[in-house]
């Protein structure tokens, strides 16, 4: 049975509440549904009346249209209005245990196992849980008959078929007129003589001799009935081929799923349906139901609910009606006849002509169409009337309708606006009536119950399905099943108590209604649930099944002892115990007695008496204990032995034990492995903590001890059980040959740790190593209350296994690892200590900081390696040995980061690395890697690479000092990541290596000084410049800032200040004050250097298409340093800190933005693919300084200015080069790279915003003249440039100048806003056809002819354009190099004279 959902929840009791159509025919239609094994032509057509996609747009009863998606409707073959028999409990358990299979007791109970409760079993479907209410479910709502108090059983149409065999169809067709049934839907059902008559006429594909003569008979129904009739063609399949099964079993299978939705408990032999059928045929069917609903009875309900609403408008008016009505009835003079009868049960109901009955009619018809609201609000006004009139079954339908509309609305509402109206409903069905409609009552608490599920208020569930009646004892076990299955479902947490209390019930009710299988399931449910846990399945280490006896029995026992059967378990154990003294088995005794310390539900008077006696036990039978455990003979520190008993008394909990390295140092101590280029240093795959320690180094391990008893404890004497392997090699090492007869280790002893009822306390014990080899922890012994020696064992729990599917299906898991260390005395010890970290700084400052590192192992350290997560936070110095007059020197030297100089040159061209290098690890001892500097090796630059120059070794006891400075370089509350290194051995610079490493964080908040922004603007007088501004903004209060110098790197831009006549020679931005500084940006001379991009288009073309990955970096780039001094004195920009710092700043940003834009690339080819600076970019620097306060001194920075030019060149590289690909062996490497490719593209098409188009046109106005002096008109000479913003490609254009007057033809070369416009033209040539290189441009020459002087929008042209080597790009990834070019915005010439 496929799984339900939530929307098929809904959907069911709409579907139980759908329109039903009559559907009669002749005999010969009789035999076309036989052989197709359908008994009568409305099973033929059953299937198809589910989900019918209408698809259409209706009216509510208000007027107001929505939208009707889909709608079910079911087929009939007759109608009858019964007295239907009570349902006696026989009858209706009858009906229960045809739902139960032979095998249902024997279905699993997926979330109850023997390890407790799986939570994600428990937010599965409970129709999943307990199938066989779930064909009971559908079994009840396909009994339901038709009643007086309602329509939905009622048939709002009457389907009347003929077949098109008939010499007569017409004449048949009217004689279904009269048919019996049809009578009595007219007399007896609430359609009334209103019903809907649709006429299908049917051919059957067997008879072939009427196949010319059909239509005309179609021709003739259709005349003499209207448009409510359908040509159907079915049993096409004339041959019976059956070639096609699989065609076959679609078509039988359409049938056979449709009889088990709507009748699962009726048996189906294994036949045949649609024989007779081909998928064409299926289709017509389909077809044929779809334009009945949408052509007949849609639009007939439609018109019947717009009359019915008229009709009773007056009743649906409020109070105003209500008294009228009431005046009319008390006051009035002419007897009024009655419009109540009694119905075929004795109950009493309205005519179906009368005002009420017209209203339920109505809101009846609503319901089905979906319109819940209207139907909702007619629902409550026909019930009052119901409830007047004592028409009790009447007024318990309307009640009822009124909760589905509330719930079917999906309104999240409060329980009291709509339990009242199912309990309401259900009580009156139940008491009131003349005769308990049981039938009813049931409907409408499963309604209910699904409408529950479906909202998921599962906690209103247990309350409704106990209204069920008590008569059906197998009706109200299935409803106490269900009941306890929303114990499960609640919001916060399973209630297991009340699960098993109702899952008691429902076994009890099963085994009275003699479904023992049912009541064996309830049971098992019961025992898996009274000790269970909620176990979360997706932990890493969650509790292990065990397979000892003993074991299964205390876990049982402790699951009992935490539950209200506490008292029961204790009690029983403490009669086991005392039986067992009083027989002199102590052994027993003593189990039974420390079972009884393991619960805190037990009253302290209990368990201070059940202590004092386990107490006692042992004091007068401890040379008579045999105890079997492995563990219960310890050796002491001292040489002694004694016996010791496993206590759960107090708890440690394993998997909470934190052994730590050194405890006195700063920092979090692990072994992490290093690896290069920019990733953090992590922990080994497998994830198992690899503790290890040198000779002569403190351990500290920590222990979490509870008591879960109410009363206090106390434990003398804690220490840990710990066992020593020597290692010889490296004990004779670290003795140098000489054997040593001193202790391998030496553990302190706490004295006495108390803790009261319910107290955690963390108790430390330190171990002190003083020879290489394996400490291992067995356990924690103790004394409890000074007199019961305890032992507890200490062992980490295995974790779960999944690496096969059998691990995965059946829980697994490795076994127990005990607790323990290596002592290595090659293992390092380094000792950091950070001095002057600031833990506040303005935005863009600095502030320098020391980090001293101390060797306090045997060993010298020959590798110490430093590692930041926010590169552009910190800057790192050389080391700095401590005590010589070097260090001395350089140390002062290092005092500021900022050179000074009061002649600092305006412009000046370097020579830059343009390696992407890897800016967060630094080595500060060993070999020095190519990553500290920013330039390549063998590269000769103008800037000398800022490299960190690390120290040889680090000796035993000797001491270094590394200078950090410290840089506010974003706002807000950060913390800053620092990991320090240490290894005995040289560090792998290639691959990486195994270090002992400390972690600090560090907690920096910074502060807003500067808030720096930049625009763009193009320029007027050329379109290769832009203007570049430079908003700064003083965000602090009371202090000023004065601007030192600005700082502009580009590769092929010179930028220069516009300097305004007032603006000062020093520029101080005062309190809360904005200033603008304004730049011109204008290309370098000479040619365009793009050797950046074209390494990035290669080097990605050979990472994609190539076998060999790229390995190569990009050549040094032509920087140009554009200064400006804005203060007193100028800042050397180009100083190898300074420089060194930025440049690391700038990769450790780009390689952020690469690693976002590109996920698919590894960090470790960013170096081989992409440059550091790009040509066209622009990387902004301006310096500052303090006004008072402090004197701090700082800059701000904004990376990867874009002035607009169209530059995308990436899409280039996913052009497969002329010798191709190379071929991929294996489909997946293949899709990899097609995934790489469209990842590429898809970012190149996210990032295209540009609004600067590749080319564009001006217009200047270079003279004026009259084409005679008599006459007016004036001609003005206009020159027209093109400029190509593209380094990449030429162009071949043509350029059209439009005139007014041919706008019309043209109307897109008018921009929006075109400005006035005199009568003018363009006179002369008009097309031009011209080439414009590479970031060049082309002028030529026009004239415009205008009638009168003034001010007029001469920006009207059409530019097209084709790239030179357009036709060489076949990507179908690269940009389309063809442009059809209009004017923006306008171009105004002053033509005067």
Same mark, same amino acid.
């Given at each position: 049975?496929? /799984?339900?959902?939530?929307?098929?929840?809904?959907?069911?009791?709409?579907?139980?509440?759908?329109?039903?159509?009559?559907?009669?025919s002749?005999?010969?239609i009789?035999?076309a549904?036989?052989?197709?094994?359908?008994?009568?032509?409305?099973?033929?057509?059953?299937?198809?009346?589910?989900?019918?996609s209408?698809q259409?747009t209706?009216?509510?009863?208000?007027?107001?249209?929505?939208?009707?998606?889909?709608?079910?409707?079911?087929?009939?073959?007759?109608f009858?209005?019964?007295?239907?028999?009570?349902h006696?409990?026989t009858?209706?358990?009858?009906?229960?245990?045809?739902?139960?299979t032979?095998?249902?007791?024997?279905?699993?109970?997926?979330?109850?196992?023997?390890h407790g409760?799986?939570?994600?079993?428990?937010s599965?479907?409970?129709?999943?849980? *307990?199938?066989w209410?779930?064909?009971f479910?559908?079994?009840?709502?396909s009994t339901?008959?038709?009643?007086e108090?309602?329509?939905f059983m009622?048939?709002?149409?009457?389907?009347?078929?003929?077949?098109?065999?008939e010499?007569?169809?017409?004449g048949?067709?009217r004689?279904?007129?009269s048919?019996?049934?049809?009578?009595?839907?007219?007399?007896?059902?609430?359609?009334?003589?209103?019903v809907?008559?649709?006429?299908?006429?049917?051919?059957?594909?067997?008879?072939?001799?009427?196949l010319?003569?059909?239509d005309?008979?179609?021709?003739?129904?259709?005349?003499?009935?209207?448009?409510?009739?359908?040509?159907?063609?079915?049993?096409?399949?004339?041959?019976?081929?059956?070639?096609?099964?699989?065609?076959?079993?679609?078509?039988?299978?359409?049938?056979?799923?449709?009889?088990?939705?709507?009748?699962?408990?009726?048996p189906?032999?294994?036949?045949?349906?649609?024989? !007779?059928?081909?998928?064409?045929?299926?289709t017509?069917?389909?077809?044929?139901v779809?334009q009945?609903?949408v052509?007949?009875? &849609?639009p007939?309900?439609?018109?019947?609910?717009?009359?019915?609403?008229?009709?009773?408008?007056?009743?649906?008016?409020?109070i105003t009606?209500?008294?009228?009505?009431?005046?009319?009835?008390?006051?009035?003079?002419?007897?009024?006849?009655?419009?109540?009868?009694?119905?075929?049960?004795?109950?009493?109901?309205?005519?179906?002509?009368?005002?009420?009955?017209?209203?339920?009619?109505?809101?009846?018809?609503s319901?089905?169409?979906?319109?819940?609201?209207?139907?909702?609000?007619?629902?409550?006004?026909?019930?009052?009337?119901?409830?007047?009139?004592k028409?009790?079954?009447?007024?318990?339908?309307?009640?009822?309708?009124?909760?589905?509309?509330?719930?079917?609305?999906?309104?999240?509402?409060?329980?009291?606006?709509?339990?009242?109206?199912f309990?309401?409903?259900?009580?009156?069905?139940?008491?009131?009536?003349?005769?308990?409609?049981?039938?009813?009552?049931?409907?409408?608490?499963?309604?209910?119950?699904?409408?529950?599920?479906?909202?998921?208020?599962?906690?209103?569930?247990?309350?409704?399905?106990?209204?069920?009646?008590?008569?059906?004892?197998?009706?109200?076990? !299935?409803?106490?099943?269900?009941?306890?299955?929303?114990?499960?479902?609640f919001?916060?947490?399973?209630?297991?108590r009340?699960?098993?209390?109702?899952?008691?019930l429902a076994?009890?009710?099963?085994?009275?209604?003699?479904?023992?299988?049912?009541?064996?399931?309830?049971?098992? !449910?019961v025992?898996?649930?009274?000790?269970a846990?909620?176990?979360?399945?997706?932990?890493e280490?969650p509790?292990k099944?065990?397979?000892?006896?003993?074991?299964?029995?205390? =876990?049982?026992?402790?699951?009992?002892?935490?539950?209200?059967?506490s008292?029961i378990?204790s009690y029983?154990?403490h009669?086991?115990?005392t039986?067992?003294?009083?027989?002199?088995?102590?052994?027993h005794?003593l189990?039974?007695?420390?079972?009884?310390?393991?619960?805190d539900?037990?009253?302290?008077k209990?368990q201070?008496?059940?202590?004092?006696?386990?107490?006692?036990?042992?004091?007068?039978?401890?040379?008579?204990?045999?105890?079997?455990?492995?563990?219960?003979?310890?050796?002491?520190?001292?040489?002694?032995?004694?016996?010791?008993v496993?206590?759960?008394?107090?708890?440690?909990?394993?998997?909470?034990?934190?052994?730590?390295?050194?405890?006195?140092?700063?920092?979090?101590?692990?072994?992490?492995?290093? /690896?290069?280029?920019?990733?953090?240093?992590t922990?080994h795959?497998?994830?198992?903590?690899?503790?290890?320690?040198?000779?002569?180094?403190?351990?500290?391990?920590?222990?979490?001890?509870?008591?879960?008893?109410?009363?206090?404890i106390?434990?003398? =004497?804690?220490?840990?059980?710990?066992h020593?392997?020597?290692? *010889?090699?490296?004990?004779?090492?670290a003795?140098?040959?000489?054997?040593?007869?001193?202790?391998?280790?030496?553990?302190?002893?706490?004295?006495?740790?108390?803790?009261?009822? =319910?107290?955690?306390?963390?108790?430390?014990?330190?171990?002190?190593?003083?020879r290489?080899?394996?400490?291992?922890?067995?356990?924690?012994?103790?004394?409890?209350?000074?007199?019961?020696?305890?032992?507890?064992?200490?062992?980490m729990?295995?974790?779960?296994?999944n690496?096969t599917?059998?691990?995965?299906?059946?829980?697994?898991?490795?076994?127990?690892t005990?607790?323990?260390?290596?002592?290595?005395?090659?293992f390092?010890?380094?000792? *950091?200590?950070?001095?002057?970290?600031?833990?506040t700084?303005?935005?863009g400052? !600095?502030?320098?900081?020391?980090i001293?590192?101390?060797? /306090?192992?045997?060993?010298?350290?020959?590798?110490?390696?430093?590692?930041?997560?926010?590169?552009?936070?910190?800057?790192? *110095?050389?080391?700095?040995?401590?005590?010589?007059?070097?260090?001395?020197?350089?140390f002062?030297?290092?005092q500021?980061?900022y050179?000074?100089?009061?002649?600092?040159?305006?412009?000046?061209?370097?020579?830059?690395?343009?390696?992407?290098?890897?800016?967060?690890?630094?080595?500060?001892?060993?070999?020095?890697?190519v990553?500290?500097?920013?330039a390549?090796?063998?590269?000769?630059?103008?800037?000398?690479?800022?490299?960190?120059?690390?120290?040889?070794?680090?000796g035993?006891?000797?001491?270094?000092?590394?200078?950090?400075?410290?840089?506010?370089?974003?706002?807000?509350?950060?913390?800053?990541?620092?990991?320090?290194?240490?290894?005995?051995?040289?560090?792998?610079?290639?691959?990486?290596?195994?270090?002992?490493?400390?972690?600090?964080?560090?907690?920096?908040?910074?502060?807003?000084?500067?808030?720096?922004?930049?625009?763009?603007?193009?320029?007027?007088?050329?379109?290769h410049?832009?203007?570049?501004?430079?908003?700064v903004?003083?965000?602090?209060?009371?202090?000023?800032?004065?601007l030192?110098q600005?700082?502009?790197?580009?590769?092929?831009y010179?930028?220069?200040p516009?300097?305004?006549?007032?603006?000062?020679?020093?520029?101080?931005?005062?309190?809360?004050?904005?200033?603008?500084?304004?730049?011109?940006a204008?290309?370098?001379?000479?040619?365009?250097?793009?050797?950046?991009?074209q390494?990035t288009?290669?080097?990605?073309?050979?990472?994609?298409?190539?076998k060999?990955?790229?390995t190569?970096?990009?050549?040094?780039?032509?920087?140009?340093?554009?200064?400006a001094?804005?203060?007193?004195?100028?800042?050397?920009?180009?100083?190898?800190?300074?420089q060194?710092?930025?440049? /690391?700043?700038?990769?450790?940003?780009?390689?952020t933005?690469l690693?976002?834009?590109?996920?698919?690339?590894?960090?470790?080819?960013?170096?081989?693919?992409?440059?550091?600076?790009?040509?066209f970019?622009?990387?902004? $620097?301006?310096?500052?300084?303090?006004?008072? =306060?402090k004197?701090?001194?700082g800059?701000?920075?904004?990376?990867?200015?874009?002035?607009?030019?169209?530059?995308?060149y990436?899409?280039?590289?996913l052009t497969?080069?002329?010798?191709?690909?190379?071929?991929?062996?294996?489909?997946?490497?293949?899709?990899?790279?097609?995934?790489?490719?469209?990842?590429?593209?898809?970012?190149s098409?996210?990032?295209?915003?540009?609004?600067e188009?590749?080319?564009d046109?001006?217009?200047?106005?270079t003279g &004026?003249?009259?084409?005679?002096?008599?006459?007016?008109?004036?001609v003005?000479?206009?020159?027209?440039s093109?400029?190509n913003?593209?380094?990449?490609?030429?162009?071949?254009?043509?350029?059209?100048l439009?005139?007014?007057?041919?706008?019309?033809?043209?109307?897109?070369?008018?921009?929006?806003?075109s400005?006035?416009?005199?009568?003018?033209?363009?006179?002369? $040539?008009?097309?031009?056809?011209?080439?414009?290189?590479?970031?060049?441009?082309?002028?030529?020459?026009?004239?415009?002819?205008?009638s009168?002087?003034g001010?007029?929008?001469?920006?009207?042209?059409?530019?097209s354009?084709?790239?030179?080597?357009?036709?060489a790009?076949?990507?179908?990834?690269?940009k389309?190099?063809?442009?059809?070019?209009?004017?923006?915005h306008?171009?105004?010439?002053?033509?005067t004279?």
């Amino acid at each position: 049975m496929p /799984r339900p959902t939530l929307a098929q929840k809904r959907d069911f009791v709409a579907k139980a509440f759908c329109p039903r159509a009559l559907v009669l025919s002749t005999p010969a239609i009789a035999d076309a549904c036989a052989v197709n094994n359908c008994s009568t032509f409305a099973d033929l057509l059953a299937p198809f009346g589910q989900d019918v996609s209408t698809q259409i747009t209706i009216q509510d009863g208000q007027g107001a249209p929505y939208f009707l998606d889909k709608l079910n409707i079911k087929f009939t073959t007759d109608f009858k209005i019964k007295k239907r028999s009570p349902h006696s409990r026989t009858e209706i358990d009858d009906l229960v245990h045809t739902s139960v299979t032979d095998d249902s007791g024997q279905t699993n109970v997926p979330f109850l196992t023997e390890h407790g409760v799986d939570p994600r079993e428990l937010s599965s479907d409970i129709s999943m849980w *307990a199938p066989w209410y779930t064909l009971f479910r559908q079994q009840w709502i396909s009994t339901m008959q038709a009643s007086e108090h309602e329509s939905f059983m009622h048939p709002v149409a009457c389907v009347l078929v003929a077949s098109g065999s008939e010499e007569d169809p017409v004449g048949a067709l009217r004689t279904l007129q009269s048919h019996p049934a049809v009578n009595r839907v007219q007399t007896q059902g609430f359609s009334g003589a209103n019903v809907l008559f649709y006429y299908v006429l049917v051919h059957d594909g067997r008879d072939s001799g009427v196949l010319q003569t059909i239509d005309h008979k179609f021709d003739q129904v259709r005349r003499a009935f209207g448009q409510n009739s359908s040509l159907l063609k079915i049993n096409s399949n004339t041959d019976l081929i059956e070639a096609d099964t699989s065609e076959q079993s679609k078509i039988s299978s359409i049938w056979a799923n449709s009889l088990s939705t709507t009748q699962p408990l009726t048996p189906h032999p294994d036949s045949v349906f649609g024989s !007779m059928l081909n998928m064409r045929d299926v289709t017509a069917l389909r077809d044929a139901v779809k334009q009945m609903m949408v052509r007949g009875i &849609v639009p007939h309900m439609q018109y019947m609910i717009r009359v019915l609403s008229d009709q009773t408008a007056n009743q649906r008016r409020g109070i105003t009606g209500r008294l009228f009505s009431a005046g009319r009835r008390y006051f009035g003079t002419a007897a009024k006849a009655s419009s109540t009868q009694t119905g075929v049960d004795g109950d009493v109901y309205f005519c179906y002509d009368s005002a009420e009955a017209q209203m339920r009619k109505l809101a009846d018809y609503s319901f089905m169409l979906k319109d819940f609201r209207f139907a909702q609000s007619v629902y409550q006004v026909a019930r009052r009337d119901f409830q007047s009139e004592k028409a009790w079954k009447c007024y318990a339908g309307a009640q009822e309708m009124v909760g589905v509309c509330k719930l079917m609305l999906e309104v999240h509402a409060t329980r009291a606006e709509f339990d009242s109206n199912f309990e309401d409903a259900v009580t009156m069905y139940l008491h009131k009536t003349h005769a308990p409609c049981q039938h009813l009552a049931i409907r409408c608490i499963v309604i209910y119950y699904e409408l529950l599920k479906h909202h998921k208020l599962y906690s209103f569930a247990p309350s409704t399905l106990l209204r069920v009646p008590s008569t059906s004892g197998a009706l109200r076990a !299935m409803a106490s099943e269900q009941a306890a299955y929303s114990f499960l479902k609640f919001p916060n947490r399973p209630e297991l108590r009340k699960f098993s209390f109702y899952a008691m019930l429902a076994a009890q009710e099963y085994q009275k209604a003699g479904i023992a299988s049912l009541a064996h399931r309830c049971l098992r !449910m019961v025992r898996l649930s009274l000790g269970a846990t909620l176990v979360t399945v997706e932990s890493e280490s969650p509790e292990k099944p065990v397979d000892d006896v003993s074991t299964l029995e205390s =876990g049982a026992s402790r699951a009992l002892a935490s539950s209200n059967w506490s008292s029961i378990d204790s009690y029983i154990n403490h009669e086991l115990g005392t039986q067992c003294m009083a027989a002199q088995d102590y052994d027993h005794a003593l189990q039974y007695f420390m079972a009884l310390m393991g619960s805190d539900q037990i009253p302290p008077k209990l368990q201070s008496k059940y202590l004092q006696e386990l107490l006692q036990l042992y004091l007068e039978s401890s040379d008579k204990l045999y105890l079997e455990s492995e563990k219960a003979l310890t050796t002491d520190l001292d040489g002694s032995q004694n016996k010791r008993v496993e206590l759960s008394v107090p708890t440690i909990d394993a998997r909470m034990i934190r052994v730590i390295m050194s405890p006195d140092l700063e920092g979090e101590d692990g072994v992490l492995e290093w /690896r290069y280029g920019g990733a953090a240093p992590t922990a080994h795959v497998n994830g198992s903590a690899d503790h290890r320690c040198s000779v002569g180094e403190s351990v500290a391990v920590l222990l979490v001890v509870k008591n879960p008893l109410t009363i206090g404890i106390t434990l003398n =004497g804690f220490t840990l059980d710990c066992h020593f392997d020597a290692d *010889a090699a490296l004990d004779a090492e670290a003795t140098n040959g000489n054997e040593s007869e001193s202790p391998a280790f030496a553990i302190t002893t706490v004295d006495t740790v108390v803790l009261e009822g =319910g107290q955690t306390s963390m108790v430390t014990v330190t171990i002190t190593t003083h020879r290489a080899g394996r400490l291992t922890i067995r356990g924690a012994t103790y004394l409890l209350c000074d007199i019961l020696p305890t032992y507890k064992t200490l062992k980490m729990p295995g974790k779960r296994l999944n690496d096969t599917m059998e691990q995965r299906v059946t829980p697994t898991y490795s076994a127990d690892t005990q607790l323990g260390f290596q002592i290595d005395a090659s293992f390092p010890r380094l000792e *950091a200590v950070l001095e002057d970290f600031p833990d506040t700084l303005m935005s863009g400052s !600095m502030q320098r900081a020391l980090i001293r590192l101390t060797n /306090r192992a045997q060993q010298p350290c020959q590798s110490i390696m430093l590692w930041l997560s926010h590169p552009s936070f910190f800057d790192v *110095a050389s080391p700095l040995p401590i005590g010589t007059d070097e260090a001395s020197a350089e140390f002062a030297e290092s005092q500021s980061m900022y050179v000074y100089s009061d002649s600092v040159e305006a412009t000046a061209e370097v020579l830059a690395a343009n390696v992407l290098r890897d800016c967060s690890m630094f080595v500060i001892a060993g070999p020095a890697i190519v990553s500290n500097g920013s330039a390549a090796a063998g590269t000769e630059c103008e800037i000398k690479s800022h490299a960190l120059v690390p120290v040889e070794t680090l000796g035993p006891g000797e001491s270094l000092l590394v200078p950090v400075w410290i840089r506010g370089d974003r706002v807000g509350a950060h913390t800053l990541s620092m990991f320090i290194g240490a290894s005995t051995t040289r560090a792998v610079t290639t691959t990486g290596c195994k270090m002992r490493t400390r972690k600090f964080e560090i907690d920096l908040v910074v502060t807003p000084s500067l808030r720096v922004n930049a625009f763009v603007r193009p320029s007027v007088q050329n379109p290769h410049e832009r203007i570049l501004g430079i908003e700064v903004e003083n965000v602090q209060s009371g202090l000023d800032i004065q601007l030192v110098q600005s700082t502009f790197t580009s590769g092929h831009y010179e930028l220069s200040p516009l300097r305004t006549g007032n603006m000062p020679r020093v520029v101080r931005v005062g309190s809360k004050q904005t200033v603008n500084l304004m730049y011109k940006a204008m290309p370098r001379a000479g040619d365009v250097q793009t050797q950046p991009e074209q390494f990035t288009v290669a080097a990605l073309q050979q990472y994609i298409f190539a076998k060999d990955k790229p390995t190569a970096v990009p050549a040094p780039i032509q920087l140009v340093y554009s200064n400006a001094v804005l203060g007193h004195q100028g800042i050397d920009s180009t100083h190898s800190s300074l420089q060194g710092y930025i440049a /690391r700043s700038q990769a450790h940003r780009r390689r952020t933005m690469l690693r976002n834009a590109y996920p698919l690339i590894p960090d470790k080819f960013h170096s081989a693919l992409f440059p550091l600076y790009e040509t066209f970019g622009i990387d902004f $620097v301006l310096f500052w300084s303090e006004i008072g =306060g402090k004197g701090r001194t700082g800059h701000h920075s904004i990376t990867g200015i874009d002035l607009g030019v169209p530059h995308d060149y990436i899409n280039e590289a996913l052009t497969p080069p002329a010798s191709g690909a190379a071929r991929m062996w294996l489909k997946d490497t293949e899709h990899d790279r097609q995934e790489l490719i469209q990842s590429i593209a898809n970012r190149s098409a996210a990032s295209a915003h540009r609004t600067e188009r590749t080319l564009d046109v001006a217009l200047r106005l270079t003279g &004026v003249r009259r084409v005679s002096e008599t006459d007016t008109l004036c001609v003005a000479d206009i020159e027209v440039s093109v400029y190509n913003h593209s380094w990449q490609h030429a162009y071949d254009a043509t350029l059209r100048l439009v005139s007014p007057s041919e706008s019309d033809q043209a109307p897109e070369t008018k921009p929006e806003c075109s400005g006035p416009r005199a009568a003018w033209t363009w006179c002369g $040539v008009t097309t031009h056809t011209l080439s414009v290189k590479a970031l060049g441009s082309v002028c030529v020459q026009a004239q415009v002819a205008c009638s009168a002087l003034g001010v007029i929008d001469v920006g009207m042209w059409e530019l097209s354009a084709t790239a030179v080597n357009a036709s060489a790009t076949t990507s179908p990834y690269a940009k389309s190099l063809e442009c059809r070019l209009h004017p923006l915005h306008p171009s105004f010439i002053n033509v005067t004279i």
